[in-house]
């Protein structure tokens, strides 16, 4: 089956490293959290692609490649390729089928999101499994152990608690400050990609999807995260949101290659032009709609 605990090559492994800047190491608990804390600040959550009518194939060893050649993607692109990382540095990677519950909507498990977990053999010879996500855009800085609690990270506070939608299943609600309420996680491991695949080719292309039509890029680092949402540029940190309208060519994609790590190297000219005009467009349409116009 497509997917089924594939490897990456030594080369490959070794070229995803340096996109993180990060050296290889035994699969430990420590590097862990560096490669979660990398992945989540040098490669964005985004919807470029697909809002540039270029959705990239999920598949693991496609989104490895697109990932090395510094794009980014969202959850099913940035997910699947950091399963593929950490199984080929050694870590025993698991794959769940997941649901985000967003504002206004009830908890759900859908396979809209691919959720991971890493079990790891501690000091004491005990395992213990860690929910690990660099897939949510708005997500937590550093994996969190799957035992119910509440869990710290600087500003942000996150909750494991029970599933209500799954038998034995786990349940991440996020900061009370955050983009989305939770995401809910089927315990049971998918062994491949073909679960999403439906599921992508409905969110990269149906006329009634999201992010067709909304440009989203979204990064974390320790003490806050980046967002740039069509032509608005947002920076939160522990005392708010900040916001700037970008609106000059130039500022734009320099934002996208130098905050996000976005250089669209797969992008031409005139796509890039393409993509800078529908960008524009969309933003000067929402202003019009905005109450104070």
């Known amino acids: 089956m497509r ?13 995803y490293l340096n996109r993180l800047g990060i050296e290889r190491q035994l699969p430990t608990k420590d590097f862990l959290f560096d490669l979660h804390r990398a992945h989540v600040e040098k490669i964005a959550w985004q919807t470029i692609d697909i809002f540039a009518g270029k959705p990239v194939s999920i598949d693991f060893k496609d989104s490895t ?6 794009g980014g993607g969202y959850c099913f ?4 390729a950091f399963s593929l990382l950490l199984r080929s540095l050694g870590y025993n990677v698991s794959l769940h089928r997941a649901g985000v519950q967003s504002h206004g909507h009830v908890p759900r498990i859908d396979s809209y999101h691919l959720g991971l977990s890493v079990s790891i053999t501690n000091e004491n010879l005990r395992a213990q499994t860690w929910l690990v996500d660099v897939g949510l855009g708005d997500m937590p800085y550093e994996p969190i152990p799957l035992v119910l609690g509440e869990y710290k990270q600087d500003f942000h506070t996150y909750k494991i608690t029970k599933s209500s939608v799954a038998a034995s299943g786990w349940r991440l609600e996020h900061d009370p400050q955050g983009a989305f309420i939770g995401v809910d996680i ?10 999403f695949i439906p599921k992508h080719e409905q969110l990269s292309s149906a006329p009634d999807s999201t992010w067709v039509d909304l440009l989203l890029v979204r990064n974390r680092h320790k003490t806050g995260s980046n967002e740039l949402k069509g032509c608005v540029f947002s920076q939160r940190s522990e005392i708010g949101i900040t916001k ?3 609106t000059n060519r130039t500022s734009w994609f320099e934002i996208l290659k130098e905050v996000f790590g976005e250089p669209l190297n797969h992008f031409s000219e005139l796509e890039k032009d393409e993509l800078w005009s529908k960008a524009l ?5 929402w202003k019009r709609n905005q109450p104070d116009h």
């Open 186 to 195: 089927d315990p049971e491991d998918v062994k491949d990609i073909e679960e």
């Open 244 to 246: 700037s309208e970008v």
């Open 281 to 285: 467009k969309a933003h000067e349409e």
């Open 77 to 80: 692109h940035l997910n699947g």
């Open 3 to 15: 997917g089924e605990r594939e490897m990456l090559t030594i080369n490959q492994t070794n070229d």
């Open 65 to 70: 490649n697109h990932i090395i050649n510094n």
